[in-house]
């Protein structure tokens, strides 16, 4: 049986796809003017019509993402254990079963009862597996959609003050841009302002 994988990793890469354009304020596109520089990590951006974020190191310094991802791995450990336990117990029955077979010790109807007995077994196991990879599988994909909704809804919140008409989310390997002026580049300033808000949620009391 494969090892239940980790997969929320891929979050970087779907939200790379569902951020490419954020379209806020409406009007005509405009092209990037002045002398571009290497783009780097993220300086004092000062804004403009259009600019970008670093997908990766949002998320990566986001702690949203990081409570999410934590509690996923949480109960894919869960799950991986609950399958591994069950696993033992089908493999030690087979064992058993084998052992009575192989010394007679059985007779031919104790046989196919124990043959369907484990073939039920492991059709139970089976199963097991798939509903336990759907669940994760659907929970990563909540987890992914609560996270690109915070920072779609953080980059509506803060437009006026950057006057920003796209946002590019840009990656450090295989993104979209491959040069950008610093300048329009407010990684830092959207990852502090994500991290300041959701700290404020997460320390509300809930009712």
């Known amino acids: 049986m494969k090892k239940l994988p980790l997969i929320l990793s891929v979050v970087s890469f779907i939200a790379v796809l569902v951020l490419y354009i954020l379209y806020f304020t409406g ?13 780097t990590g993220g300086s004092d951006a000062t804004g403009g019509d259009i600019v970008f974020i670093d997908i990766d190191s949002v998320l990566n310094n ?16 869960i799950s991986e254990a609950e399958l591994t336990s069950k696993q033992r117990i089908y493999q030690k029955d087979v064992n058993d079963y084998q052992y009575k077979v192989q010394r007679g010790l059985i007779t031919r109807a104790e046989d196919q009862q124990i043959q369907q007995q484990l073939y039920n077994q492991q059709q139970n196991l089976l199963k097991l597996q798939q509903d336990k990879q759907l669940e994760l599988s659907e929970q990563e994909q909540v987890t992914v959609n609560l996270v690109l909704n915070s920072i779609t809804e953080y980059l509506k919140e803060v437009q006026p003050k950057y006057n ?14 491959f040069y950008g002026s610093t300048s329009l580049d407010i990684t830092k300033e959207i990852t502090q302002g994500l991290n300041e ?6 320390d509300t009391p809930k009712k």
């Open 62 to 77: 986001y702690q949203m993402y990081k409570d999410y991802n934590d509690e996923f791995e949480r109960k894919a450990k």
């Open 164 to 177: 920003y008409r796209y946002v590019f989310a840009n990656r450090l390997v295989g993104g979209s841009i």
């Open 197 to 202: 808000k959701y700290s404020r949620v997460k």
């Open 27 to 39: 009007g005509k596109s405009h092209r990037i003017s002045g002398a571009n520089t290497e783009m």
